[in-house]
């Protein structure tokens, strides 16, 4: 078993920058594929952005890409994610997921094991 907790939500103003991170314990994630998903109330969870096992690898849904950046550190078991001018509409629950086999994936159903999120809110 994985488990998976992030950290490094709050309250930022539009412009600003945060960094979630999720660190995981039980068995090591350095050969796992992973992601961050969010979800804002009342609606679904969506994808924000992926990493191959190695790092060597990401993908990013438009709506984020060129203002976060996903990377992980194996020798610590740790993923990141740094958010850079940060809009309110990237108010959401953070969530950091790993798969149990498999590459690096869009679609959360893929993913085996989830962490219990860090809530990020962006103001105007």
């Known amino acids: 078993q994985v488990q998976l907790v992030e950290s490094g939500g709050g309250l930022e103003q539009a412009g600003g920058s945060l960094r979630l991170s999720c660190i995981a314990s039980?068995?090591?994630?350095?050969?796992?594929?992973m992601g961050w998903f969010r979800q804002a109330p009342g609606k679904e969870r969506e994808f924000v952005a992926a990493?191959?096992?190695?790092?060597?690898?990401?993908d990013y849904a438009d709506s984020v890409k060129g203002r976060f950046t996903i990377s992980r550190d194996n020798a610590k078991n740790t993923m990141y994610l740094q958010m850079n001018s940060l809009k309110p509409e990237d108010t959401a629950v953070y969530y950091c997921?790993?798969?149990?086999?498999?590459?690096?994936?869009?679609?959360?159903?893929?993913?085996?094991?989830w962490g219990q999120g860090t809530q990020v809110i962006v103001s105007s």
């Open positions: 990493i191959s096992r190695s790092g060597g690898s990401t």
């Open positions: 039980g068995r090591s994630v350095s050969n796992r594929a």
């Open positions: 997921a790993a798969k149990e086999v498999g590459p690096k994936s869009y679609f959360s159903r893929e993913y085996d094991y």
